[in-house]
């Protein structure tokens, strides 16, 4: 994969998997929270961790298969997950939501939890990444800018947003991302 591909594919694969910390901030904001820089510190570094080693390991697992087979293989993975991740999203279109966004982090520990989960939702999606070529440490460094950026601007979004209904969208937006990114593992 050329220079442009790879930072291509890492930066639509971090948009991908940025969605939930940037709609996470947005709630946040609605309720008159903000995370602190120490703590989009701390969500950046773990989410950036587990991510950096679940490409790692997808693309260890490449090793051992054929370079079009893992590229193939990745993609189609790819774009299971962004079609998987938009049913949902569309079948909730139009649909109003009484669910209570996240509470007020207490700390520290709060903010590694909440790293946590956002994390394992990069897991999945990075091991099936590393498999088609995206590569770890690129992804990795947009992954940590990208969450650095999200959490300012999803607390601005939200802040303007009021209670509109801005999180349904997350889900469609993350899906489309990844079903480009399949695509665009699958012909380039």
């Not at 080693?53 to 298969?65: E, I, Y």
């Amino acid at each position: 994969m050329d220079l442009f591909s790879s930072f291509f594919a890492a930066i639509l694969f971090s948009l991908a998997c940025n969605l939930d910390t940037l709609m996470l901030s947005m709630g946040y904001a609605l309720r008159g929270v903000a995370v602190s820089a120490r703590g989009a510190l701390v969500i950046a570094a773990v989410t950036t961790a587990v991510t950096w080693l679940s490409l790692a390991l997808g693309d260890l697992a490449a090793r051992f298969l054929t370079p079009e087979l893992t590229r193939l293989l990745g993609a189609l993975v790819l774009l299971g997950i962004g079609i998987w991740l938009l049913l949902p999203a569309l079948r909730r279109n139009g649909e109003s939501g009484g669910e209570d966004g996240p509470a007020r982090p207490a700390g520290m520990w709060s903010y590694f939890s909440l790293a946590a989960a956002l994390a394992a939702n990069n897991a999945g999606i990075g091991a099936a990444a590393g498999v088609s070529g995206v590569s770890p440490a690129w992804a990795a460094g947009c992954n940590f800018l990208i969450t650095l950026l999200f959490l300012p601007l999803g607390h601005r979004l939200g802040r303007a947003a009021g209670d509109r209904p801005w999180g349904k969208l997350a889900l469609l937006l993350s899906g489309l991302l990844l079903v480009a990114l399949g695509l665009w593992e699958a012909l380039f």
